[in-house]
């Protein structure tokens, strides 16, 4: 069974994993509604810099924002210049790193939902009198439904395994920065194969589930639209 220590950091992966799921959704749908629709010649390297993460090492942009964040740090001097503290070894910490590093898995699945879209619905829309901002909430977002499902649950499963980006950034402290994917490290470490055991058997299964209720969702708003 789980220890009081990892139910504890059960309660941090769930809250971290679900503010920077809603963090990456409020910024990443305009941004995947800009690369879906823009024509602009510089587009790909907008683009090359959402999809960076995919290909980087975590360890590579977690000690890039450990060095950002710490006290002598850019983002860490402005911080204690206002009175507060270096974000490194945070839960703050934690959220911007997990928001960086799962970006692309939110933003292209929205990118290719909106791109998927087509002109049409929008032209119709717009010969009817809707305003942009209208046509994107009336017309847009209802038949991308699919794509920020997936992007929600993406980002989510995602952020909710981090390991490489949250231990540079955030460290190892129980009860403050320490998540489950570094508790199954702990573990497995300490020799503690059940506990390891419990935990990651539990991850695999709510994956499993999250990625069945995407394609079951998917599959019923697709034969819906026929």
């Not at 970006?103 to 002109?119: K, M, S």
């Not at 702990?186 to 194969?193: G, I, K, P, R």
């Amino acid at each position: 069974m789980l220890a009081e220590q990892d139910l504890t950091a059960l309660w941090i992966s769930l809250k971290l994993a679900a503010l920077t799921t809603i963090i990456l959704l409020i910024i990443g749908t305009p941004l995947a509604w800009w690369l879906a629709r823009s024509r602009a010649r510089l587009k790909f390297l907008a683009e090359a810099l959402v999809a960076l993460p995919l290909v980087l090492p975590p360890t590579v942009l977690g000690f890039y924002l450990l060095v950002a964040l710490g006290p002598d740090g850019p983002l860490g001097r402005a911080m204690q210049a206002v009175g507060g503290e270096p974000l490194a070894f945070t839960f703050t910490g934690l959220v911007i790193g997990s928001v960086l590093y799962s970006l692309p898995f939110v933003v292209q699945p929205l990118q290719n939902a909106f791109a998927a879209i087509g002109q049409r619905p929008l032209e119709v829309a717009a010969t009817l009198g809707a305003s942009p901002l209208d046509r994107f909430f009336s017309v847009a977002m209802p038949l991308a439904r699919p794509g920020f499902l997936t992007a929600a649950v993406l980002g989510f499963a995602h952020t909710l395994g981090e390991f490489g980006v949250v231990l540079m950034i955030g460290g190892n402290i129980p009860g403050k920065t320490q998540v489950l994917s570094i508790a199954i490290y702990d573990h497995v470490e300490a020799l503690e194969y059940d506990q390891a055991q419990w935990i990651s058997g539990g991850l695999l299964l709510l994956s499993f589930l999250l990625l069945m209720m995407v394609y079951a969702f998917n599959r019923r708003f697709a034969e819906a639209r026929l």
